[in-house]
Nanobody, 127 residues
Framework: QVQLAESGGGLVQAGGSLRLSCAASGRTLSSYTMGWFRQVPGKEREFVAHISRSGGSTYYADSVKGRFTISRDNAKNTVTLQMNSLKPEDTAVYFC????????????????????WGQGTQVTVSS
């Protein structure tokens, strides 16, 4: 299996930026579609972005388009979420996920498509 570990979360003011990283171990990330999700207490896990195995294709939730950028570096076995123009509603625990199977772009917006998850990192945006 692959182990995922998120880092980079923290407290930031509205309008600020954070960069989250996800480091993988156990297996190389090149064979996985990678996604970012977020979750707040009492709510279901919400799709943020995903990126194809080669990094050639990305897909974003409407709520983060133009503000967040997902990228990957397969040589370093990492995936990154650059978050700009942060809003209080971006406050959540952010999770990195890996999908070992071939799914459609729409299916990869759903948590059930993913096989492995990190522990999550807290992002808090103050107003």
């Amino acid at each position: 299996q692959v182990q995922l570990a998120e880092s980079g979360g923290g407290l930031v003011q509205a309008g600020g930026s954070l960069r989250l990283s996800c480091a993988a171990s156990g297996r190389t990330l090149s064979s996985y579609t990678m996604g970012w999700f977020r979750q707040v207490p009492g709510k279901e896990r919400e799709f943020v972005a995903h990126i194809s195995r080669s990094g050639g294709s990305t897909y974003y939730a409407d709520s983060v388009k133009g503000r967040f950028t997902i990228s990957r570096d397969n040589a370093k076995n990492t995936v990154t979420l650059q978050m700009n123009s942060l809003k209080p509603e971006d406050t959540a625990v952010y999770f990195c996920a890996a999908d070992q199977r071939v799914h459609t772009m729409v299916m990869n917006t759903r948590p059930a498509a993913y096989d492995y998850w990190g522990q999550g990192t807290q992002v808090t945006v103050s107003s």
